[in-house]
């Protein structure tokens, strides 16, 4: 019988959860928490922190640590959601090829786009 997976894909926080016996089962995140925070830090050793641990070195590494990325799916950069959340957030939003909102990080030089921070934390 094939596998059932559900997906809480969260602004704050995510949960993944497989059906195993009827019953579902949440996935623990790597440090065995039932909620693993939406958030993705990038560090100057070149280290991918995602979760508790992005979360936690958010404070000392904020241009570096994308967060509410939710907020940015399927938005172009000039949507006025998008440019409502550059101002309230430390990591830059910044335009993709093709006009779609995207987070560029200092730390590895690149450019995200949402779907791609979203598939890290999942």
């Given at each position: 019988?094939?596998?059932?997976?559900?997906i809480?894909?969260?602004?704050?926080n995510?949960?993944?959860?497989?059906?195993?016996?009827?019953?579902?089962?949440?996935?623990?995140?790597?440090?065995?928490?039932?909620?693993?925070?939406?958030?993705?830090?990038?560090?100057?050793?070149?280290?991918?922190?995602?979760?508790?641990?992005a979360?936690?070195?958010?404070?000392?590494?904020?241009?570096?640590?994308i967060?509410?990325?939710?907020?940015?799916?399927?938005?172009?950069?000039?949507?006025?959601?998008?440019?409502?959340?550059?101002?309230l957030?430390?990591?830059?939003?910044?335009?993709?090829?093709?006009?779609?909102?995207?987070?560029?990080?200092?730390?590895?030089?690149?450019?995200?786009?949402?779907?791609e921070?979203?598939?890290?934390?999942?």
């Amino acid at each position: 019988m094939p596998k059932i997976i559900g997906i809480d894909l969260g602004t704050t926080n995510s949960v993944v959860a497989v059906m195993e016996g009827g019953e579902p089962t949440v996935i623990p995140n790597a440090e065995g928490g039932r909620i693993t925070p939406s958030v993705v830090a990038f560090t100057k050793s070149g280290e991918r922190l995602v979760g508790p641990s992005a979360k936690r070195q958010a404070v000392v590494n904020p241009e570096n640590t994308i967060f509410s990325i939710k907020r940015l799916m399927g938005r172009r950069f000039d949507d006025p959601e998008a440019q409502r959340t550059k101002q309230l957030v430390p990591y830059d939003i910044v335009a993709g090829p093709g006009g779609d909102a995207r987070v560029r990080t200092p730390q590895t030089g690149k450019t995200y786009a949402p779907q791609e921070i979203s598939a890290m934390i999942l």
